[in-house]
């Protein structure tokens, strides 16, 4: 694409074009906006993480102000026919190199170009692509150098699979579908922790004659984490002394409730006592633990 070379003043402002509004009932218009907003906000929101990471500072860029200010930006482009705008590593690690620590930075950098535009178009035209492509280069070869590869191996599967799925989506078929790969392993990932994560079990010696077991949950225990939990119950020894520890637990799912309601009937069957340790009391076998779970919590 080649920067327009107007002959004067009159020919640079004719450059710009107003919405025409008619067409604001047209799906396709809508399809397409969505469509640049969520790449955009997408390539805002990885361009801030890098160039966080970038920033020799560690400096925080607030991500709810930084789309703000896009979305306001693409409103007033988007009224005087001008591109979608975002935020660009490029110039972003420009910036850091050269030592901005403020965004009087970003706002003299948007400046200069305008000026560059409005006055060096001709000389714009003639940088060759392959440079910017050098540029460009360098700066992902900083964001994803070989180093990175391997610490994100040595943290772990669960670190190092989201991450290579999402760099080898973006390579070979696009941004947007790079990070829905990505995201999706994630999700599959975090639902794989919740489940190995519902509770802690801790068990001590013989008590009277039975097994003593200590099962501590989570502060949050939601469906997903109904089949490990059923499992464990399930899987008691007879003759158990089962100590349930839900103090901690902020919310407990009603899957959950009814599970250990229905093991209550099994375990008068293999003589398996339940006490339970909560904010509405330490209760030994309860009759209904829906019921229990029912009582507002006491107060001291």
Same mark, same amino acid.
């Given at each position: 694409?080649?920067?327009?070379?107007?002959?004067?003043?009159?020919?640079?402002?004719?450059?710009?074009?107003?919405?025409?509004?008619?067409?604001?009932?047209?799906?396709?218009?809508?399809?397409?906006?969505?469509?640049?907003?969520?790449?955009?906000?997408?390539?805002?929101?990885?361009?801030?993480?890098?160039?966080?990471?970038?920033?020799?500072?560690?400096?925080?860029?607030?991500?709810?102000?930084?789309?703000?200010?896009?979305?306001?930006?693409?409103?007033?482009?988007?009224?005087?026919?001008?591109?979608?705008?975002?935020?660009?590593?490029?110039?972003?690690?420009?910036?850091?190199?050269?030592?901005?620590?403020?965004?009087?930075?970003? %706002?003299?950098? !948007?400046?200069?170009?305008? $000026?560059? =535009?409005? #006055? +060096?178009?001709?000389?714009? @035209?003639?940088?060759? &692509?392959?440079?910017?492509?050098?540029?460009?280069?360098?700066?992902?070869?900083?964001?994803?150098?070989?180093?990175?590869?391997?610490?994100?191996?040595?943290?772990?599967?669960?670190?190092?699979?989201?991450?290579?799925?999402?760099?080898?989506?973006?390579?070979?078929?696009?941004?947007?579908?790079? %990070?829905?790969? !990505?995201?999706?392993?994630? $999700?599959? =990932?975090? #639902? +794989?922790?919740?489940?190995? @994560?519902?509770?802690? &079990?801790?068990?001590?010696?013989?008590?009277?004659?039975?097994?003593?077991?200590?099962?501590?949950?989570?502060?949050?225990?939601?469906?997903?984490?109904?089949?490990?939990?059923?499992?464990?119950?399930?899987?008691?020894?007879?003759?158990?002394?089962?100590?349930?520890?839900?103090?901690?637990?902020?919310?407990?799912?009603?899957?959950?409730?009814? $599970?250990?309601?229905?093991?209550?009937?099994?375990?008068?069957?293999?003589?398996?006592?339940?006490?339970?340790?909560?904010?509405?009391?330490?209760?030994?076998?309860?009759?209904?633990?829906?019921?229990?779970?029912?009582?507002?919590?006491?107060?001291?």
């Amino acid at each position: 694409m080649s920067v327009p070379v107007p002959d004067g003043v009159d020919s640079f402002l004719g450059q710009f074009s107003f919405p025409n509004f008619a067409e604001i009932t047209n799906p396709e218009i809508w399809i397409v906006a969505f469509t640049i907003a969520l790449v955009a906000s997408l390539e805002t929101l990885l361009c801030v993480e890098a160039t966080d990471k970038l920033d020799p500072h560690k400096n925080v860029t607030p991500t709810n102000r930084e789309l703000l200010a896009q979305g306001t930006g693409n409103i007033i482009s988007g009224m005087i026919g001008g591109l979608p705008i975002t935020q660009v590593i490029v110039r972003s690690s420009a910036n850091i190199q050269s030592g901005g620590r403020s965004k009087m930075s970003a %706002i003299i950098h !948007g400046f200069l170009l305008l $000026i560059s =535009v409005m #006055l +060096i178009p001709r000389l714009l @035209n003639m940088i060759p &692509l392959s440079v910017l492509a050098a540029v460009l280069l360098i700066v992902g070869y900083k964001l994803a150098k070989p180093s990175l590869f391997i610490k994100m191996y040595e943290l772990g599967w669960k670190q190092f699979i989201p991450f290579t799925v999402t760099v080898l989506g973006i390579v070979f078929t696009d941004l947007l579908k790079g %990070i829905g790969m !990505g995201l999706a392993i994630g $999700i599959v =990932v975090i #639902l +794989i922790k919740s489940y190995q @994560n519902s509770h802690f &079990l801790h068990i001590e010696d013989k008590s009277n004659g039975k097994h003593k077991i200590k099962m501590t949950f989570a502060e949050e225990v939601t469906f997903f984490n109904k089949g490990a939990i059923l499992k464990e119950l399930y899987s008691l020894p007879r003759d158990t002394y089962l100590e349930l520890d839900v103090r901690n637990t902020t919310y407990l799912d009603n899957d959950i409730i009814e $599970i250990l309601d229905d093991f209550s009937i099994k375990a008068k069957e293999r003589n398996i006592d339940i006490k339970i340790f909560s904010t509405r009391g330490i209760v030994e076998n309860p009759q209904s633990f829906v019921e229990f779970f029912k009582l507002k919590p006491q107060t001291t």
